[in-house]
C-alpha cells in the first residue's frame, strides 16, 4: 500500500470510530483476537522496549457476569463476547531484573505512570485493530472506580494494576459520532495559551447546546433528574451526582492511591536504596 493510501485508509477508520454499547449475540474468531493483539502489541511504542502491560482476556460468561457487577452492571460486559482488561505491568520486568541479580526499580510512582502510558498506547492500537475489522469496542472508565475489587477478581499479583478494560464485539447500533471541540480547543502553537471567557463560549458553544440536547432527550426520569438537582447547563450536569461528583471522585482518588501503595507502586524514597531483588 502506497502511502497516500494508507493515510486515505487510516482516516476513513477513524472517521469510522464509535463506542459502541449493544453488541450482537455472535461470537468473535479467537484467531482473529490473537492476530489483532500481535499487530497491536508489535506496532505500539513503548518506554525503552520494556512493554509494561499485561492484558487479562474475559471470555467466560460467568466470570463477565462477575465484572458486570464490578463495572456497575454496564450490560455491554453481558452482550460483548470479550473484555479485555489492561493493566500496567512491571512485575514481569521486576521478577526479570531478580534474576539477573539487578537493582530492584519499577515499584515507585513514575514506574506506574510509565507502565499504565504504555497500557493505554496498547488499548487503543487494539481498539483500532479490531475497529478495522468491523468489530465494535468501548472503553470502561469504571476499571479506575473498581480498581481494587477487579485487581482480586482477576488475581493480579504485587505491581499489577488495572487501568482500563475495552468491550468487543459485532456492532448491533451504529450512533452517531459524538461532537468534538474546535481544533484550536486543543491545539498550542509554541507554548499553552490559556483560552479567556469569551474564547471558551465560543468554543463551547456548540457543545453546549447539542450535549444539553442528548442529555435531556434521555426520557423523563433524566429530566426530573436534572430539575431535582437544580441543573440548568451541561457544565453543571459534569460535575453534579449524575456524572462526575467531586465527592464520589475524590474519594476514588483516594482509594487509588491506597491501591498503588498496596501493590508496590509508592516506593517513593528520597535516598538511595540499596539493592533489593
Same mark, same amino acid.
Given at each position: 500500500?502506497?502511502?497516500?493510501? @494508507?493515510?486515505?485508509?487510516?482516516?476513513?477508520?477513524?472517521?469510522?470510530?464509535?463506542?459502541?454499547?449493544?453488541?450482537?449475540?455472535?461470537?468473535?474468531?479467537?484467531?482473529?483476537?490473537?492476530?489483532?493483539?500481535?499487530?497491536?502489541?508489535?506496532?505500539?511504542?513503548?518506554?525503552?522496549?520494556?512493554?509494561?502491560?499485561?492484558?487479562?482476556?474475559?471470555?467466560?460468561?460467568?466470570?463477565?457476569?462477575?465484572?458486570?457487577?464490578?463495572?456497575?452492571?454496564?450490560?455491554?460486559?453481558?452482550?460483548?463476547?470479550?473484555?479485555?482488561?489492561?493493566?500496567?505491568?512491571?512485575?514481569?520486568?521486576?521478577?526479570?531484573?531478580?534474576?539477573?541479580?539487578?537493582?530492584?526499580?519499577?515499584?515507585?510512582?513514575?514506574?506506574?505512570?510509565?507502565?499504565?502510558?504504555? @497500557?493505554?498506547?496498547?488499548?487503543?492500537?487494539?481498539?483500532?485493530?479490531?475497529?478495522?475489522?468491523?468489530?465494535?469496542?468501548?472503553?470502561?472508565?469504571?476499571?479506575?472506580?473498581?480498581?481494587?475489587?477487579?485487581?482480586?477478581?482477576?488475581?493480579?499479583?504485587?505491581?499489577?494494576?488495572?487501568?482500563?478494560?475495552?468491550?468487543?464485539?459485532?456492532? @448491533?447500533?451504529?450512533?452517531?459520532? $459524538?461532537?468534538?471541540?474546535?481544533?484550536?480547543?486543543?491545539?498550542?502553537?509554541?507554548?499553552?495559551?490559556?483560552?479567556?471567557?469569551?474564547?471558551?463560549?465560543?468554543?463551547?458553544?456548540?457543545?453546549?447546546?447539542?450535549?444539553?440536547?442528548?442529555?435531556? @432527550?434521555?426520557?423523563?426520569?433524566?429530566?426530573?433528574?436534572?430539575?431535582?438537582?437544580?441543573?440548568?447547563?451541561?457544565?453543571?450536569?459534569?460535575?453534579?451526582?449524575?456524572?462526575?461528583?467531586?465527592?464520589?471522585?475524590?474519594?476514588?482518588? $483516594?482509594?487509588?492511591?491506597?491501591?498503588?501503595?498496596?501493590?508496590?507502586?509508592?516506593?517513593?524514597?528520597?535516598?538511595?536504596?540499596?539493592?533489593?531483588?
Amino acid at each position: 500500500m502506497n502511502p497516500s493510501s @494508507a493515510a486515505d485508509t487510516l482516516s476513513a477508520l477513524l472517521q469510522r470510530h464509535r463506542s459502541i454499547r449493544r453488541f450482537e449475540n455472535r461470537p468473535l474468531d479467537e484467531s482473529v483476537v490473537d492476530e489483532v493483539l500481535a499487530q497491536a502489541i508489535a506496532g505500539s511504542s513503548s518506554s525503552g522496549n520494556l512493554n509494561t502491560y499485561s492484558l487479562v482476556l474475559s471470555r467466560d460468561a460467568e466470570r463477565r457476569a462477575r465484572l458486570h457487577q464490578l463495572h456497575f452492571e454496564q450490560d455491554m460486559i453481558l452482550q460483548a463476547p470479550l473484555l479485555i482488561t489492561f493493566c500496567a505491568d512491571t512485575r514481569r520486568t521486576r521478577d526479570w531484573l531478580k534474576l539477573h541479580q539487578a537493582r530492584d526499580n519499577f515499584d515507585n510512582f513514575h514506574g506506574f505512570l510509565v507502565a499504565a502510558f504504555d @497500557a493505554m498506547i496498547l488499548a487503543q492500537s487494539v481498539a483500532l485493530g479490531f475497529e478495522a475489522r468491523g468489530l465494535g469496542i468501548c472503553y470502561l472508565g469504571t476499571t479506575l472506580n473498581a480498581a481494587a475489587a477487579i485487581a482480586e477478581f482477576l488475581e493480579l499479583p504485587d505491581s499489577v494494576f488495572p487501568v482500563t478494560s475495552l468491550a468487543v464485539g459485532w456492532p @448491533a447500533e451504529s450512533p452517531a459520532p $459524538r461532537d468534538r471541540l474546535p481544533l484550536s480547543a486543543y491545539v498550542h502553537q509554541e507554548r499553552y495559551q490559556r483560552h479567556d471567557d469569551a474564547a471558551l463560549q465560543a468554543l463551547f458553544a456548540e457543545r453546549d447546546v447539542k450535549g444539553l440536547r442528548r442529555y435531556q @432527550a434521555m426520557g423523563p426520569e433524566m429530566a426530573a433528574q436534572w430539575q431535582a438537582l437544580g441543573l440548568n447547563s451541561l457544565a453543571q450536569f459534569y460535575t453534579s451526582e449524575l456524572k462526575y461528583s467531586p465527592a464520589v471522585l475524590q474519594a476514588s482518588s $483516594r482509594d487509588l492511591l491506597a491501591l498503588l501503595q498496596a501493590r508496590g507502586f509508592m516506593n517513593n524514597a528520597t535516598t538511595e536504596q540499596p539493592n533489593r531483588p
